[in-house]
Structures are given as C-alpha cells and as structure tokens.
C-alpha cells in the first residue's frame, strides 16, 4: 500500500493564521471585541429599563391605591356634611314652630363637623402621599426612557459593528465605536440621575 502523502499541517494553520492577519483578521478580533462590550452594556441598560419601569408601576399603583382610599375619605367626609346638616334642619324646624329643640340635635351636628375636620385631615393626608408615589414614578419613568434610548443606541452600534466586520471597513467600524461612546455616556447620565 502506497503511503499518503504526509502534509505539514503546521505550516498550513500558520498559513491561513498570516492569510487572516493579512485579510483582516486583527480589524474583526477587535471589532469583534468592541460588539461584545457594547452587547455587554446594552444587556445592562436594558435590565435598568425594565427595573425603573416596574418599580415605577409600583409606585403609580400605590398612587392609585392611596387616591382610592382619599375619595373613600371625602366621601365619608361628605356623609358627615349631610348628616350634620339634617341635624340642623332638624332644630330650625323646633324653632320654627317657637319651640326649644333638644339639645341632641346642637350635639349632634358638632360632633359630625369635628369629624369632618378629622376626615378631612386624613384625606389630605393620602392625597400628599398619593402625590409623592405619583411624582416619584414620574421619575423612575424617566430614567426608564434614558435607559431605553441607550439600549437603542447601543444596538444600532452593534448593527455598525457587524456591517464593519462583514465589510472589514474601518469607517464603519468608527460609527460603530462612536456610536456606542455616545450610548455610554448616556447610560451613565442615566445612572447618575
């Protein structure tokens, strides 16, 4: 049997190695690179939307549990109104007749306003606090849009990064490194707001 021909795959890896050099290999390792950190930032920016975004849903549900409990409050608080009021008829229509009313009815009525000044102060009370969960959601929110424009950007430096590597173009590669520069600096505004 005739031996195969013996191929020195040594000097051919090192052949394709220096070819991939020559065609561009060292541009696609580091554009290579620079998609994976850009992928990397953009995982955690998006984790920053999604997190601002349901902590904001909290607390805008806390805003709506609170403004349900303040109309319970002033609902109560007009109830409250009525009452004393039917009260007050109820001793205007003894004196009408030139009679003394009972004094029940004067009671009465003072004590259904001293709970409407109590009624009141709670209502007002939730109303405050309703705003504050409300404002701070309206914050989180924001941050969420921050967050969210820089995983777009972020994703469109990748898009430039896989154009780059797929047309071994530096300019493009240079759009892509911008771009994603552009999208950092707007994650980090975000965290630090």
């Known amino acids: 049997m005739p031996e195969e021909p013996e191929v020195e795959t040594d000097k051919l890896h090192k052949a394709i190695e220096e070819e991939l050099e020559h065609e ?26 999604g997190s601002t975004v349901n902590e904001a849903l909290v607390f805008k549900t806390e805003a709506a549990r609170l403004q ?19 009260q007050e008829a109820s001793r205007t229509s003894w004196l009408a007749i030139g009679k ?3 004094p029940v ?3 009465n009525q003072k004590r259904y306003s001293e709970e409407q000044s109590e009624i009141q102060k709670k209502a007002k ?10 404002n701070e959601a309206d ?5 969420h849009h921050w967050f969210a424009y820089s ?7 990748i898009a430039l990064g896989a154009v780059g590597a ?18 950092s600096i707007l994650f980090v505004m975000a965290i630090l707001r």
């Open 139 to 143: 914050h989180l929110l924001h941050a």
């Open 125 to 134: 009370d939730l109303e405050k606090e309703r705003d504050e969960k409300s």
């Open 105 to 107: 009815y004067e009671q």
């Open 24 to 49: 561009g290999g060292a541009l696609l390792r580091q554009i290579a690179l620079t998609t994976a950190l850009f992928a990397a930032l953009a995982a955690l920016a998006a984790l920053r939307a």
């Open 151 to 157: 995983v777009a950007i972020l994703q469109v430096a």
């Open 68 to 86: 349900a409990e303040a109309s319970d409050q002033w609902t109560y608080y007009q109830a409250k109104g009525i009452k004393a009021a039917v």
């Open 100 to 102: 003394e009313p009972p």
């Open 166 to 183: 797929l047309t071994r173009n530096r300019l493009v590669w240079g759009l892509s490194l911008l771009t994603g520069l552009g999208a």
